[in-house]
């Protein structure tokens, strides 16, 4: 059983940073990659980021694209999403999940995460 804790998140003001963490456990040995989401009242669920565990290659959603920054530590099984420029429109509930290979139109579909962590409040306001 894959278990993902995330932590990290908090009240920020606009134009500040936060750095995300995602902390995986258990059966970690199938996770093709690790992905990060938001979903923000009264939304649906958003792709933010994604990342191979393999080989660390990234793919962003163009809302974050310069801002975000996904990273991986394979030796401490976590992954990392950090922040900057943060804008008010960037509050929501962030969540990590896991998923096996699949193909790359689907790399930030959240239907294609079988693993999800808990969630963690992220608010940009002043």
């Known amino acids: 059983q894959l278990q993902l804790v995330e932590s990290g998140g908090g009240l920020v003001q606009p134009g500040g940073s936060l750095r995300l963490s995602c902390a995986a456990s258990g059966s970690t040995v199938d996770v093709y990659a690790i992905g990060w989401f938001r979903q923000a009242p009264g939304k649906e669920r958003e792709g933010v980021a994604c990342i191979s565990v393999s080989d660390g290659t990234t793919y962003y959603a163009d809302s974050v694209k310069g801002r975000f920054t996904i990273s991986r530590d394979n030796a401490k099984n976590t992954v990392y999403l950090e922040m900057n420029s943060l804008k008010s429109e960037d509050t929501a509930v962030y969540s990590c999940?896991?998923?096996?290979?699949?193909?790359?139109?689907?790399?930030?579909?959240?239907?294609?995460?079988?693993?999800w962590g808990q969630g963690i409040q992220v608010t940009v306001s002043s």
């Open positions: 999940a896991a998923r096996g290979p699949t193909i790359l139109a689907w790399r930030l579909d959240y239907h294609v995460y079988p693993y």
